[in-house]
């Protein structure tokens, strides 16, 4: 173990060298990591897996991402919108299965309208499950009045990718407009934070003209941000967007997989009492590439409650799992995995990120201490 004490000493985790080299490792330097991270885990976190109820209730978008199989210029896309009803009864559901936390996601409105109807819906969720249902969103870059909205109405976790922090990386992934800044993107993250929302951010790993450099400026970057939950995945490919023209850049499925686990695992280092998912995308590469990923330092599952007649309508990439199952399906299938890689189920807990629990003790003490 001490022979690899270099790698993993403080200083080289947090230098752009150091993690480029571990991203890097493969053989025993790459199992030295994967032990470092799985330990940094159940030290501090325990070996909990939390769910989050995902309700993906409408593909409608107005954004045009060039990765994304349901961006507004995919004309073969049947779009779909849940009634208020049925995401009330996605989130009835969830909260009868001691699911703890469901996350809201979607494509992109900023409109009046999608602002109220949202807002109802939190209100209806929170009043029913006496605020003891986690409500996480995920419906893109929203104005600071429409933010605080949702979260007065009982919202209290967001998750906002920035899809990669080199910023002119991130123009090459998407339209050169207005609706899609890079500044913006950033702008909203620090407003969730100031809004005290428990912030996720993530990014996609394997994308065509990304770098290991990127990668590891990535996690330095998340680091930074303080963020308190985080949801990456491997890109992959959709034939109905533009980056499909790069598909034969890509790195092979296998090794976006393994250098997702190692984006993972290093974060675990870096970050080790922040939530973490294990993520859909890691599923469509691997049948057990969610269980992979905690075994190494993730700890939240993120199981597809949408109701399954829409669900083949929600293609971000090609091979997405799960998209004919029943709810009650997914449900079973993971308790059995959990308990084959000798983890337990938060259930009937909320399951918010420690880090945002410290962050906010602290804040409170500095305060109370005259610092803040
Ligand atoms: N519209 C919201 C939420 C839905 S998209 C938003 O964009 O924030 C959720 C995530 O899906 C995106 O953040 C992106 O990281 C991921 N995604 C989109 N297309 C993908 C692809 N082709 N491969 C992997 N992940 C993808
Ligand atoms: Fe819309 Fe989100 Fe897809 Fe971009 S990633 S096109 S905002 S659903």
């Known amino acids: 173990m001490s022979d690899f004490l270099p790698y993993f000493d403080t200083q080289t985790l947090f230098s752009i060298q150091g993690l480029i080299r571990l991203l890097e490792s493969e053989g025993e330097l790459q199992d030295q990591l994967f032990a470092r991270s799985r330990q940094a885990k159940l030290s501090n976190i325990d070996n909990i ?166 990668l590891a400026n990535d996690l330095l970057f998340m680091h930074h941000l303080d963020i308190d939950m985080c949801g990456m995945g491997p890109y992959i490919e959709h034939a109905q967007t533009p980056l499909y023209a790069y598909r034969d850049t890509l790195l092979p499925l296998s090794q976006r997989f393994q250098l997702t686990l190692k984006m993972i695992a290093l974060l675990r280092l870096l970050m080790p009492d922040i939530n973490i998912a294990a993520t859909t995308a890691l599923q469509a590469i691997d049948p057990m590439g969610r269980e992979k990923a905690i075994q190494i330092g993730a700890n939240i599952i993120m199981p597809n409650i949408t109701p399954a007649k829409y669900r083949n309508q929600y293609l971000l990439y090609e091979n997405k799992p799960c998209t004919d199952e029943n709810a009650d399906d997914c449900l079973s299938c993971l308790e059995a995995r959990i308990s084959m890689i000798k983890h337990r189920i938060g259930k009937n807990t909320r399951g918010d990120s420690l880090h945002y629990q410290k962050r906010n003790t602290q804040t409170y003490e500095s305060h109370l201490s005259g610092k803040n």
Not at 121 to 147: A, M, R
Not at 170 to 190: A, E, I, M, V
């Open 49 to 214: 897996v939390y769910f989050r109820g995902l309700i993906e209730f409408s593909n409608a978008c107005q954004k045009n991402c060039y990765y994304c199989g349901i961006r507004k210029s995919n004309t073969q896309v049947k779009r779909y919108t849940l009634t208020a009803d049925e995401i009330i009864a996605a989130a009835r559901y969830a909260h009868e299965n001691g699911f703890g936390s469901i996350v809201l996601q979607s494509g992109e409105i900023n409109s009046p309208a999608f602002t109220e109807f949202i807002e109802n819906i939190i209100k209806k969720i929170h009043k029913e499950t006496e605020g003891k249902l986690g409500i996480t969103l995920s419906l893109g870059e929203q104005n600071e009045q429409t933010y605080l909205r949702w979260r007065k109405a009982g919202a209290h976790r967001y998750l906002l990718r920035i899809e990669t922090s080199n910023p002119g990386l991130y123009q090459r992934l998407h339209p050169n407009d207005d609706l899609h800044s890079f500044d913006t993107r950033l702008h909203c993250l620090k407003t969730l934070k100031k809004l005290d929302y428990q912030v996720g951010t993530g990014v996609m790993i394997g994308l065509p003209f990304q770098t290991t450099t990127d």
